[in-house]
């Protein structure tokens, strides 16, 4: 699509919802409370377990917020809409909306090839004289990989948290692209990573206070932060692995805070949804519309790819949706323009199910719910540590995609 013809399916979105402020409301796919509270219950089972899940939901009859669970092990407190959860990468349509709110203003052009807000210094990689756009990068259509070559973390609890931009420097200066710069959708938290630390080199200012003043100050998301506060602190539920173990909370510095460094509640995230659909009139609208502007293929049938935003359509119907999950949490944000309803979903248990499915099928019943088991708790167990080292070595996951696992005593670790 061209640049003229976004602008004006942009200014098209922005006439739409204005005029939706005027009419009926639209009957919402979203169930009532009662059957969201069951789809939780059978999908965690025991409430003392200490991890939760809390669904919440925006349409034209207002708010609501369903949970289950609870904070922590050791911590009774339910969870509710003001809970605290890690959103991973929902972060990266924040920084896609920085991007769309400084080009609306401009400060930016989509099409300004990151190398420009980077230091005369940095080498960035290009192809066929193609230079790696600010578009490219918000796309997932870079061609930059999903991770850089040069992350070895040294503490797995915390993965991200030592990686430099320095570090960043030194891989993108030594990187060949194996793919024309826009030719395919390949999701790349290197590549977001990239763009929301060019846009603080342009506004000035740390990820989080570039975050703050564009997004959340104008929406009056006070609880959507990078740095939790004390208060907010105490009403963070503690992130859960797969066997149930409370996990560290994963730290991402400046290279990769735009793709995933954020935390927010339920209720901070139903206003993000509100806005987007139109309920609350903000000064982002225009920027809001544009983010999902664009339509490119991301891969697989019926999906594409906005600015950051995921498209997946059936039948007619288009979810909007973007997930995160972090070494203790997964979760799903997703909104039916047609019906004008959105739907979150936060979860402290880091888990291969994750939440997306509940997500989807809450905004339309024909995606149905993963058959999951309710989770139980299992009992740690003592074997021969010898035996670990039959697992130590490096496995082909996909073309370009090698997990390595290595062995440091009794712990195995994969990278």
Request: hydrophobic fraction near 40%; charge should be neutral; aromatic fraction near 8%.
């Amino acid at each position: 699509m061209t640049s003229c013809n976004a602008f004006v399916f942009a200014i098209i979105i922005i006439l739409l919802r204005t005029a939706a402020f005027a009419q009926a409301p639209v009957e919402s796919p979203v169930p009532p409370d009662s059957e969201i509270r069951k789809i939780l219950s059978d999908r965690i089972g025991a409430e003392n377990l200490g991890i939760g899940i809390v669904v919440g939901v925006i349409d034209a009859k207002g708010r609501r917020v369903v949970a289950y669970g609870s904070l922590a092990k050791d911590d009774k407190r339910p969870l509710n809409g003001d809970t605290v959860f890690e959103i991973g990468s929902m972060t990266k349509v924040f920084t896609s909306l920085v991007l769309m709110d400084m080009a609306q203003k401009g400060e930016v052009a989509v099409t300004d090839p990151v190398a420009k807000y980077l230091p005369a210094s940095a080498k960035v990689p290009e192809r066929n004289n193609r230079k790696i756009t600010l578009q490219d990068l918000s796309t997932q259509s870079s061609g930059l990989p999903r991770m850089p070559s040069n992350f070895n973390s040294k503490d797995p609890a915390n993965p991200y948290v030592a990686y430099s931009v320095e570090q960043l420097y030194q891989f993108l200066a030594g990187y060949q692209l194996t793919r024309d710069i826009g030719a395919q959708y390949e999701y790349s938290n290197l590549g977001v990573g990239l763009l929301g630390y060019a846009l603080t080199q342009r506004a000035g200012m740390d990820y989080e206070a570039m975050v703050r003043s564009r997004i959340c100050e104008p929406l009056r998301m006070n609880d959507t932060r990078v740095t939790l506060s004390p208060e907010m602190k105490a009403r963070l539920a503690i992130g859960h692995g797969p066997n149930l173990n409370a996990v560290s909370n994963w730290d991402l510095p400046q290279a990769f805070a735009g793709a995933g460094a954020l935390r927010s509640p339920a209720n901070d995230m139903l206003t993000f949804l509100a806005a987007n659909l139109g309920y609350t009139r903000t000064p982002l609208a225009a920027a809001m519309a544009a983010e999902v502007s664009i339509r490119r293929p991301a891969g697989s049938p019926n999906m594409e790819i906005a600015y950051a935003w995921h498209v997946q359509t059936k039948d007619g119907n288009s979810i909007i949706w973007h997930n995160g999950g972090t070494g203790g949490y997964r979760t799903y944000m997703g909104y039916d323009p047609k019906s004008r309803a959105g739907v979150v979903v936060l979860s402290n248990l880091s888990s291969p199910a994750g939440p997306d499915d509940i997500g989807r099928h809450l905004l339309d019943a024909s995606y149905p719910l993963s058959k999951v088991e309710p989770i139980k708790e299992h009992k740690e167990v003592t074997i021969e540590t010898k035996l670990f080292d039959n697992y130590v070595g490096s496995y082909q996951l996909a073309p370009n995609a090698i997990m390595a696992i290595s062995r440091d005593g009794d712990r195995l670790f994969g990278q």
